[in-house]
């Protein structure tokens, strides 16, 4: 059974940094990719930033220069490294792997991310 596992969300003051995690398990087809998405409230599930298995990244422009993604020793987990926080990122972040010859998407189940002025 796949499982991914999201930690690090929390409240943060605007401009502090939050480091996000994300551990996936029971992938049994080979990892294309690893994301990151941001869910703001009202709104839909946006890309953040993204990591393929040969370590390209790709980053949304209102994150570019702030956020870091990398993933760790094991190919099975990712990170989002977030510095100078601002409150228009607030949201639910949802850890993304996509696998397989058929590209399936997998889901986490989200972390809340709340930055305050």
């Known amino acids: 059974q796949v499982h991914l596992e999201e930690s690090g969300g929390g409240l943060v003051q605007a401009g502090g940094s939050l480091t996000l995690s994300c551990a996936s398990s029971?992938?049994?087809?080979?990892?294309?990719?690893m994301a990151w998405y941001r869910q703001a409230p009202g709104k839909q599930r946006d890309l953040v930033a993204q990591?393929?298995?040969?370590?390209?990244?790709n980053y949304v422009d209102f994150v570019k220069g702030r956020f870091i993604i990398s993933k760790g020793i094991a190919e099975s987990v990712v990170y989002l490294q977030m510095n100078k926080l601002e409150p228009e990122d607030t949201g639910v972040y949802y850890c993304?792997?996509?696998?397989?010859?058929?590209?399936?998407?997998?889901w986490g189940q989200g972390t809340q991310v709340t930055v305050s002025s």
């Open positions: 029971g992938i049994i087809f080979r990892i294309n990719s």
């Open positions: 990591i393929s298995t040969g370590g390209s990244t």
């Open positions: 993304n792997v996509v696998a397989g010859s058929y590209r399936s998407h997998y």
